[in-house]
Nanobody, 115 residues
Framework: QVQLVESGGGLVQAGGSLRLSCAASITIFSCATMGWHRQAPGKQRELVAAISSLGSTNYEDSVKGRFTISRDNANNTMYLQMNSLKPEDTAVYYC?????????WGQGTQVTVSS
């Protein structure tokens, strides 16, 4: 059974930084695309950043220049470095692996940014 486990969330003041990690129980090279999604209360889940198996990335407009997604295939881990955090970044952050016809999700980690 595939497991994705996020960590690194927490409470931070506006302007601060956090680094999220997503550890996978599978070789993440099998994930054609991996991504970080977030869901704020009362809102739909949205894609924040994605990275392909070859390392190409894309970001949601509001996080460009502040967030950086990366993956370490050797250690089966994906990261999201979040800088200059804003209160509107507050959400539960989920990691995702898309492999063939399958989508795998972690359980989420809470990020709370205080003003």
């Amino acid at each position: 059974q595939v497991q994705l486990v996020e960590s690194g969330g927490g409470l931070v003041q506006a302007g601060g930084s956090l680094r999220l990690s997503c550890a996978a129980s599978i070789t993440i090279f099998s994930c054609a695309t991996m991504g970080w999604h977030r869901q704020a209360p009362g809102k739909q889940r949205e894609l924040v950043a994605a990275i392909s198996s070859l390392g190409s990335t894309n970001y949601e407009d509001s996080v460009k220049g502040r967030f950086t997604i990366s993956r370490d295939n050797a250690n089966n881990t994906m990261y999201l470095q979040m800088n200059s955090l804003k209160p509107e970044d507050t959400a539960v952050y989920y990691c995702n692996c898309a492999s063939g016809f399958f989508q795998y999700w972690g359980q989420g980690t809470q990020v709370t940014v205080s003003s």
